[in-house]
């Protein structure tokens, strides 16, 4: 076997988590992809060409869980308060911030999910999301009715954060007036994923937001057991499938789970696409021509600017040769989905924004056993956004290109996007084009 390369990969691997370069890392990225697999300095290793980053998806020796990790083992340990006693480590304090079965196995993954499932999408609860689009369409219509009288709005702050923070609490059952409680919140533990981050920080972190965050959706569970509505944490609650109810410990960690994946992604799935609109203004014209569009458009924006531009954290549970190296057991491994989107040997002309490419088979939602669990709500949300976005508001103009980012290289999009417009369409939802 060759050995992978290091030493300039290093160096670009440092270059990719500076935020100087978070605006456009796609660059490095084709850098990176010149070796498909590459060992870093701490001994993990990243992976970042199409082929590879979807077999090591599917791959059984790939596990999702810290607790077969050495490295968060022994991270544990030390914010634990005993530095270096990896062995000592509970199993179980690896992942106190309750991440449910986004950091499992199967045969607790699977079941778990299959858990969750029964009551978003088809066959038990097929309405689910759908149900939801009147309600969508009327959140999105009364945010862009509030950009009304304004020359400049922030398409962050005034539309694609709030959106689907509003649609995920509908969902589950979250009081409206909490959301600035668990923003601040949401955001350290968000924060906590960053790699540049030593694994002591980041599990402190993790930690900290964490019991903010199980102590609140404690709370709500124990509401909604008492008291159950129609919303999805009630049904959780108040199941008697096949498979019996989830105990509240695992309630309240699914609770999480689908609060917080709901929550970053979407956001900057809807600003990465205002902002591509908005750099290209052909196809903002064309969206506003045929709505439609949204559809393949929505699925090319998740190849060209995904919201979830890195899988870190898994681990390989046995030797893995791939690509001519061999991944040690017990090596951490990190997916470059993003830079896999960009393969060319995977897409043509991967770095154009084709709405209507044929087959466009991504990686924005990851794939294998773990791929995202709220895709239907996701796409819809974006779809939604983005069409109404390019009917309603006359004339966008970008006021920064690039816009400020957000600082994780992990979860990326715009912190604020700001642009000037020369006002507001009626909403008009009469169905005349
Ligand atoms: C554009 C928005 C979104 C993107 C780009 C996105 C992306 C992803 C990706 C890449 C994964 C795979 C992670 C892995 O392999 O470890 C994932 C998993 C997941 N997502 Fe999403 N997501 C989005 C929206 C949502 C929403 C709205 C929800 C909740 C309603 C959600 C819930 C989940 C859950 C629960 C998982 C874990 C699935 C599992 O482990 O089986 N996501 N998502």
């Known amino acids: 076997m ?21 605006a456009n ?49 022994a991270a544990a340990a030390a914010a634990a308060g005993a530095p270096g006693a990896a062995d000592e480590a509970s199993p179980e304090e690896v992942s106190e911030a309750s991440q449910s079965f986004l950091l499992r196995d199967p045969p607790d993954h699977d079941r778990l999910r299959r858990l969750t499932m029964r009551h978003f999408g088809p066959p ?22 509030d950009m009304e009288g304004r020359s400049r709005v922030d398409l962050v702050e005034d539309l694609a954060y709030p959106f689907p923070v509003s649609v995920i609490c509908e969902l589950l059952g979250v009081p409206a007036e909490d959301k600035p409680r668990f ?8 924060e906590s994923t960053d790699p540049n981050l030593d694994a002591e920080t980041r599990m402190q972190r993790q930690r900290e937001a964490g019991q903010d965050l199980n102590a609140y959706m404690g709370e709500l569970v124990a509401a909604h057991q008492k008291d159950p509505g129609g919303d999805m944490l009630s049904a959780m609650a108040t ?56 559809i393949p458009m929505v699925e090319e924006l998740l190849r060209y600017e995904p919201p979830v531009h890195f899988v870190p954290f898994r681990t390989a549970i046995d030797d893995i040769d791939i690509a001519g ?35 466009n088979a991504h990686l924005g939602f990851g794939s294998g056993i773990h791929i995202c669990f709220g895709a239907p709500l996701a796409r819809l949300e974006a779809q939604t956004a983005l069409t109404e976005f390019a009917r309603r508001l006359e004339n966008p103009r970008l006021v920064e290109d690039p816009p400020p980012y957000r600082l994780s ?12 417009i020369d006002g507001v369409l009626a909403a008009d939802h009469s169905g005349a084009p």
């Not at 050995?3 to 500076?18: A, F, M, N, R, V």
């Not at 979807?54 to 999702?64: F, I, W």
Request: aromatic letters at 4%.
């Open 183 to 190: 923003r601040v919140w949401v955001d350290r533990l968000l």
């Open 409 to 420: 290289p992990l979860l990326r999009g715009p912190k604020h996007l700001e642009a000037d």
């Open 239 to 294: 199941d008697d499938g096949p498979e019996g109810r989830m105990d509240t410990e695992e309630l309240v960690s699914v609770g999480l789970l689908l609060l917080i994946a709901g929550h970053e992604t979407t956001v900057n799935l809807i600003s990465n696409g205002a902002l591509t609109l908005l750099r290209h203004p052909e196809m903002l014209q064309r969206l506003r021509a045929e709505p439609d569009l949204a």
């Open 124 to 145: 038990n609860a097929p309405r689910r999301v759908t149900d939801l689009e009147p309600r969508m369409l009327e959140i999105v219509t009364e945010l862009i009715d």
């Open 25 to 73: 890392p796609y660059p490095l990225y084709a850098q990176l992809r010149s070796a498909p697999v590459t060992k870093l300095a701490d001994d993990s290793y990243l992976v970042s060409t199409y082929a590879e980053i979807l077999s090591l998806l599917h791959d059984p020796r790939v596990s999702s869980d810290p607790r077969r990790n050495p490295q968060a083992l």
């Open 325 to 359: 190296t061999t991944i040690p057991k017990g090596s951490a491994i990190t997916l470059a989905l993003a830079a896999g989107n960009r393969d060319p040997r995977h897409v043509a002309d991967p770095d154009r924004f084709i709405p209507d490419r044929p087959n």
């Open 2 to 22: 060759k050995q992978p390369p290091s030493k300039e990969e290093q160096g670009l691997w440092e270059q990719i988590l500076d935020y100087s370069n978070r």
